[in-house]
């Protein structure tokens, strides 16, 4: 059976197909809240929600009395659907089972459950499997972020270069729906017929410095620029809100481990280092290749080693508290010397 995602649910639910049973689980309520405002948005016409559309919420519900909505017909309708928001607060998952088995063809059923996930070894998780689509959105990995981004931008008819969208990526974070929301704020923005997104519009409406990130500290290090790795940091230790240690921290020790991986590629251009570490554009290769220029491979190793000591001093593994401008100071010191 094909593993089901965002994408190939939400195709066919533009295509107006509609499944008896939905049930979306996971760590990203980005996703679960898309498909789930898609389907109460889409699945009946506006005038007849008012009889047909059901909305219930998991700590005001039980199954039985969700079993039993789903059970009664349409008024005067194709169809009827019954939307349960915050599932993962109905404990009586076995209640499921008969409906399951005999599902009202007329209504279209969703479970949205968030923060979690159904157990896979029960009866009703195999259940659902055969008569719905069930899929679970797990949470997205900072290196997934970029193309999240691009894709948003793209569907708003929008396009950033890579330097922007690190930007908007460092300065939200990896909650999906507040970047998406930022994104939309930006797009309030943007003047009317540009479809390029420029560091400046994300300085003014998100609130980064586009001289001041992580995206210009890798930079300067790939380039052994001291003077402007050690302005940053003077930067970052100013406004520590903005700019985490670990955050920072996380970020050099990705691109060094992709450095150090980069020298074993057996094709050393920019195609064939995207290749070997598994990226699927050329994009931010070419700092990788810069960096092995400027870094011997043993020096790469050592600095990867500095940056898990910074990180555990960060967190207060050293018996002395170290300031995190400190730590940042002395760890650029090793990495640039």
């Known amino acids: 059976m094909a593993k089901h995602t965002f994408d190939s649910v939400f195709s066919e639910l533009k295509k107006g197909k509609f499944h008896p049973v939905y049930y979306f689980m996971g760590e990203e309520s980005f996703y679960i809240d898309r498909l789930t405002d898609y389907i109460a948005e889409n699945a009946l016409p506006e005038e007849e929600r008012g ?28 169809r009827q659907v019954i939307i349960v928001k915050e599932a993962q607060h109905i404990k009586n998952h076995d209640a499921l089972l008969a409906y399951l088995r005999h599902p009202q063809p007329t209504t279209v059923l969703v479970f949205a459950h968030k923060n979690g996930s159904l157990d896979k070894r029960k009866k009703v998780a195999a259940e659902l499997e055969k008569v719905g689509i069930v899929v679970e959105f797990k949470k997205v990995r900072d290196e997934q972020l970029p193309t999240f981004v691009n894709n948003y931008l793209r569907g708003k008819g929008a396009v950033a270069d890579s330097k922007t969208v690190v930007m908007i990526c460092e300065a939200v974070g990896a909650d999906l729906n507040r970047l998406a929301g930022e994104i939309d704020k930006l797009m309030l923005g943007v003047p009317a017929g540009s479809v390029m997104i420029t560091p400046e519009m994300v300085e003014e409406n998100i609130g980064i410095s586009k001289e001041y990130n992580n995206f210009e500290l890798q930079s300067a290090l790939v380039n052994r620029d001291v003077y402007k790795a050690n302005k940053i940091i003077g930067y970052f230790a100013n406004n520590p809100k903005k700019n985490p240690i670990q955050l920072t921290l996380s970020v050099l020790f990705g691109f060094f481990s992709n450095v150090m991986m980069a020298y074993y590629a057996p094709d050393k251009s920019e195609r064939g280092v995207a290749a070997f570490l598994g990226l699927k554009s050329v994009w931010g290769v070419g700092d990788y290749l810069t960096a092995m220029k400027n870094y011997r491979a043993v020096h790469v190793m050592e600095i990867l080693h500095e940056i898990r000591l910074a990180d555990a001093r960060s967190k207060g593994g050293d018996a002395v508290v170290v300031p995190d401008r400190e730590i940042m100071r002395e760890l650029l010191y090793k990495i640039l010397h």
């Open 51 to 78: 009889f047909n559309q059901t909305v219930l919420y998991g700590p005001d519900t039980s199954m039985d009395a969700v079993v039993n909505a789903a059970r009664s017909f349409p008024m005067m309708a194709e």
